[in-house]
């Protein structure tokens, strides 16, 4: 059974802090992706990762993909509040049909002054 | 441009009864999904439809859950006897051409659904 592990689940930084998220998971993919989630909203997509060694930035944002050690990172700089919110990271495998996606549990992030 | 919709945005119901959450993809997209998210938890895979009909429905939990897609556009997910361990927020979630490697899975704002 496919695992998905985020690391930690619950983090509270101060603004301008640098924090790394971490995403591991148990089985062969290549592809991830990256979600973030306000409270009561839908799920927004931050990155999609395609391939080993793959990192995408997005003001300040920063994800890599390391297939071989199936774990993927969420890199955040200098933090602002406005970063508030639950990050997901899902791995692409495999089903009956296709490919589905396997969320991992999420990690809620406070940003405080 | 619009996203996904849902409707109802919230349901209460009474443990037993029946219910429909309706879900209304993006305009184009041919793959539609459906997930639910109990609190605490990354959305858990239910059903996906590739057009008209259901491609992979591995994730429904049991014979009382079924959806729907009849037009290729709008989608029902259906719920019958209603058990309190169904309570959850149900994501529909929709993308261009379907689940291969990298197509973008875009979500609606969820039906919070809660069985009395």
């Known amino acids: 059974e496919l695992k998905v592990e985020q690391n930690p689940l619950f983090l509270s930084m101060q603004e301008g802090k640098n924090y790394t998220i971490y995403c591991n998971y148990s089985?062969?993919?290549?592809?991830l992706y990256w979600y973030r989630q306000d409270p009561g909203k839908s799920l927004e997509s931050l990155f999609v990762l395609l391939s080993n060694g793959a990192v995408k930035q997005e003001g300040r944002l920063m994800a890599s993909l390391d297939t071989k050690a199936r774990l993927s990172t969420l890199h955040i700089t200098a933090a602002v509040h406005d970063l508030s919110a639950t990050y997901f990271c899902a791995v692409e495998v495999p089903s009956n049909s296709g490919y589905a996606l396997n969320f991992g549990k999420g990690t809620s992030l406070l940003v405080t002054p | 441009g619009a996203g996904v919709s849902q409707t109802p945005s919230n349901k209460v119901t009474e443990k037993g009864k029946y219910v429909e959450l309706r879900c209304d993809p993006i305009?184009?997209?041919?793959?539609l999904y459906w997930y639910r998210q109990s609190l605490g938890q990354g959305p858990e895979f239910l059903i996906y439809?590739?057009?008209?009909?259901?491609?992979?429905d591995s994730g429904l939990p049991n014979d009382r859950f079924f959806a729907v897609r009849p037009e290729g556009s709008v989608s029902t997910l259906k719920i019958q006897r209603t058990e309190r361990g169904d309570s959850a927020v149900y994501l529909c979630?929709?993308?261009?051409?379907?689940?291969?490697?990298?197509?973008?899975?875009?979500f609606g704002p969820g039906t919070r659904l809660t069985v009395l």
């Open positions: 089985t062969t993919s290549d592809r």
């Open positions: 979630a929709s993308s261009f051409q379907g689940p291969r490697r990298g197509d973008t899975q875009y």
């Open positions: 305009s184009g997209h041919t793959a």
């Open positions: 439809f590739q057009g008209t009909g259901a491609a992979d």
